[in-house]
């Protein structure tokens, strides 16, 4: 097989080779990152019409008309499904990582490039599969993006459960492949493709975040894969993984002795993984970004590498907390209880060591540090309604009410959403070879900032009044038609915050054409992506490979020239 | 800009505070004997967590604000962090977090671990898209054996459950379309469900339990004061899920066995 290196001598000509069907790292990047942009506006209008549904049930939407609640099903069904797999997963891992991480290594590309396009047109092929789902007959499945049978097993169970829900679990074991073939080369890219120098703690925490994201993603979407085919038999097969016995719509299906819990077992030894797939590159980023704009070394460096090894050590064996009302034995609901607060140790160490970051630091409150700032806030709200959830006493009262849902919302949803959008203001001018503008950048982000805390803070009221969730309407359990007012409010919330989004567009695309020029470090940032060109060529360092002599966060450097020393400066540079 | 993100990073706090503080939404009045502590460990739970999330909110409101750059600012500190602070802070972090963790649990094994006291009410309740049936065996205090063959949900009662109306045991099986329970006596509720998942969730009774077709799930609780709440299906079951409602009548003894009396004479 061809290496990296030889590859990448000549930079490939013509437009489909360059643009399309690229091996560049970085293109592929650019690809993902498009790709994820795309299904997070996809994503958001279905949320936008959910909202709406909700609190004016019989509101005529113009093109769309009355929704029905089996529409509003689907709608809730596909919101989470594309927000999980192709935005939380896709954008920063998919995007982002696959743009910097060799770069930050000081690696030329990837380990397989070959395979890198490979799982981008994977991917791209589950997201077509997944919107396909929405044109066929009955439409998209109402099952959620959890999935649970014996209604996702059965096609009687309700409409969007026949070839809609096949095209579902199709698109989803599609994203497997797809990640685990990304997930090969993240690992081995950053195993075996490092700079000189480049040791391991000195690799930056958004490296070590991404790699720790693959490692994740290499055992959990495995598992998914594997579901996702047993309940691909069950539903055309007639095998019974999953259905027992049972009478749907009247009539007695030819299933027997399945296990619907088992699906949950399966679903969630993923699915509580991807949770921190979607969260861990956010925290790489926010303290890349908090390091870099206070002007100081990041609080604990070490210590953020052993609360990344540990959180996703310990994600893997706390799905069951998502079971605790599920029929599960009531043992087994004692260790996962605990296992799962153990999780909240290394998280409380990560939030203390960004605060120490900033602590007597020198803060430059550029748009991605602002960012960066709401990361860590978010992340404290999000997490601390954690430890209500993780105890199964409470939890015979939180759970699968809105309580849940702004828990998941503010720490998976929002907070790595805050993640991405740091990111990109970020590295934008990296990628893009222009700046952002700031003033919009900061309008955007104090209009987002209230606005998801405006929308899914209420949804703790809403839990703790006993508000369950996936609802399509309120008007039929009286003690939840008293809550209405709030959800209303928190569709207002949703309407000016979605409108919001449309600045981070524009000024997406107008800066990409019309924004003032970026030098190749604006930020005076330490590690090696700002080393190169902007943006950086082909081969990522112009014919030459960088020798690492400092670590990744030296600001504030005493006796320093500047006040950072960057990674590939001379050793002599006064730093340790 | 240090100044403006630290008011609102504020103002969001203290808001989000007031609400939770001041109960304008909260858990709806206990009426099951669990409620005294699942209230209490919830409770506290808040307290704890409240005082984390005021202390890391407005701290970091308050840092965003005084190390912002300014001309005048020192230089930022080189410093690579604390040892001794990552110790004291892991250390607190485990012992409060799994500390609450297991007084939680205590309850949690008193509710789940043991079975129903013997002489509890039984009810059998079953779910289905998208309705529950509630059965009472009877002064015999046997449950007639249920067939899924025998099942026809549109007929309602019995036939929606499958009751096997032949057999013996079925003669006082009583069937109904709401739930009926004396007040201060345990309650054995036996969970099923004949299609897809649903979940049996009372708020006031502090309450929920899934329903899993092809699992039947004992629980037990004893309601406390007479009055009526409402059941929400609570694990999502399609399209009519929003509107699978149903009633839990606590009533006294002596109500509760007239009112099962006149469902037995009905039935005759």
């Known amino acids: 097989m061809a290496t990296a290196a030889t590859l990448h001598a000549h930079a490939p000509q013509g437009f489909i080779r360059k643009y399309i069907f690229s091996l560049d790292h970085k293109v592929i990047g650019i690809q993902y990152f498009f790709l994820a942009l795309t299904a997070v506006f996809v994503g958001m209008f279905l949320s936008l019409l959910m909202r709406i549904h909700m609190v004016w049930p019989t509101a005529a939407i113009p093109l769309i008309g009355e929704i029905k609640p089996e529409t509003y099903l689907s709608l809730l069904t596909m919101h989470g499904t594309i927000m999980v797999f192709f935005v939380l997963t896709t954008a920063p891992q998919g995007g982002f990582g696959n743009y910097f991480l060799p770069i930050q290594i000081g690696a030329p590309d990837m380990a397989f490039p070959v395979l890198n396009m490979l799982s981008f047109w994977t991917t791209f092929v589950a997201f077509m599969v997944m919107l396909a789902a929405f044109f066929v007959t009955g439409g998209a499945p109402l099952h959620g993006w959890t999935g649970y049978p014996p209604m996702s097993a059965v096609q009687s169970a309700g409409p969007g459960e026949g070839l809609g829900a096949d095209l579902w679990i199709t698109s989803i074991a599609i994203f497997c492949i797809a990640s685990l073939m990304g997930a090969l080369n993240f690992i081995t890219t950053t195993l075996d493709l490092r700079a000189k120098g480049m040791t391991l703690m000195r690799m930056p925490l958004t490296v070590w975040s991404w790699f720790i994201t693959a490692i994740l993603g290499l055992l959990a979407f495995g598992v998914l894969l594997s579901a996702g085919i047993l309940l691909l038999m069950d539903r055309n097969l007639g095998t019974s993984f999953y259905v027992p016995l049972i009478v749907v719509n009247g009539q007695v299906l030819g299933h027997k002795g399945g296990s619907p819990l088992l699906w949950q077992h399966l679903f969630w030894f993923f699915g509580h993984p991807e949770v921190y797939i979607a969260i861990l590159p956010g925290m790489g980023v926010a303290s890349q970004v908090l390091s870099t704009f206070s002007r100081k070394p990041i609080f604990g460096y070490r210590a953020m590498v052993y609360a990344m090894l540990s959180i996703g050590f310990f994600g893997f064996m706390v799905w069951g907390h998502h079971m605790f009302m599920s029929g599960m034995s009531p043992y087994s609901a004692f260790a996962f209880s605990i296992l799962t607060m153990c999780i909240g140790v290394p998280s409380a160490i990560k939030t ?65 959403i805050f993640g991405i959008f740091a990111a990109t203001y970020y590295w934008f001018p990296k990628m893009f070879g222009r700046m952002m503008n700031e003033t919009w950048g900061r309008i955007h982000f104090f209009i987002t900032l209230a606005g998801t805390y405006a929308i899914f803070m209420p949804m703790h009221y809403l839990g703790m009044a006993g508000q369950t969730r996936r609802y399509s309407q309120f008007t039929e359990v009286a003690y939840q038609t008293k809550l209405l007012p709030l959800q209303t409010f928190m569709t207002y919330a949703a309407i000016i915050t979605i409108a919001a989004q449309f600045i981070f567009v524009i000024n997406l695309f107008w800066s990409m054409f019309k924004g003032p020029k970026a030098s190749d470090n604006p930020w005076e940032c330490t590690t090696l992506e700002w080393t190169t060109t902007t943006p950086p060529p082909h081969d990522n360092f112009g014919g030459h490979t960088p020798v690492v002599n400092h670590g990744p966060y030296e600001y504030g450097v005493p006796g320093a020239a500047r006040d950072y020393v960057m990674q590939n400066d001379p050793a002599t540079a006064p730093a340790h | 800009m240090g100044l403006a993100l630290m008011v609102v990073i504020w103002l969001i706090t203290l808001i989000s505070t007031y609400f939770f503080a001041a109960k304008t939404w909260w858990l709806p009045v206990g009426a099951a004997a669990s409620a005294e502590f699942i209230d209490k460990q919830f409770a506290l739970t808040f307290v704890i967590m409240g005082v984390v999330f005021l202390a890391a909110q407005l701290g970091l409101g308050y840092i965003v604000w005084r190390y912002r750059e300014q001309s005048s600012s020192p230089p930022s500190s080189y410093s690579h962090g604390n040892t001794n602070l990552e110790v004291v802070w892991t250390l607190l972090t485990a012992v409060l977090f799994i500390g609450l963790n297991l007084m939680g649990s205590r309850v949690w094994a008193s509710q789940r671990f043991d079975a129903a006291a013997p002489g509890a009410v039984q009810v059998e309740v079953t779910g289905m898209q998208f309705a529950w049936y509630f059965r009472y065996p009877g002064p015999d205090g046997k449950y007639a054996p249920t067939s899924v063959k025998l099942m026809d949900p549109s007929a309602g009662g019995e036939a929606a459950v499958g009751l096997n109306t032949s057999d013996p045991d079925a003669k006082d099986d009583v069937v109904t379309g709401t739930m009926y329970l004396p007040v201060d006596r345990e309650v054995d509720v036996s969970l099923r469900s004949v299609d897809v998942i649903h979940s049996f969730f009372v708020p006031s009774l502090r309450f929920k339990q899934d329903a899993v077709p092809g699992l039947n799930i004992h629980m037990h609780f004893r309601p406390t004061a007479i009055g009526e709440y409402e059941i929400a299906c609570a694990e999502l079951c399609g399209l009519g899920h929003y509107k699978m409602h149903g009633m839990v009548h606590v009533v006294s003894q002596e109500d509760f066995d007239k009112w099962l009396a006149a469902r037995e004479a009905e039935k005759q």
């Open chain 1, 352 to 416: 203390f060591n960004w605060l120490g970051t900033m602590w007597k630091g020198r803060i430059r409150f550029h748009t991605p540090m602002l960012y960066a700032i709401g990361f860590v806030s978010l992340f404290v709200s999000g997490g601390l309604s954690g430890p209500f959830l993780a105890q199964p006493v409470l939890d015979i009262q939180l759970h699968d009410t809105y309580f849940v849902v702004g828990h998941f919302h503010l720490i998976m949803g929002v907070a790595a």
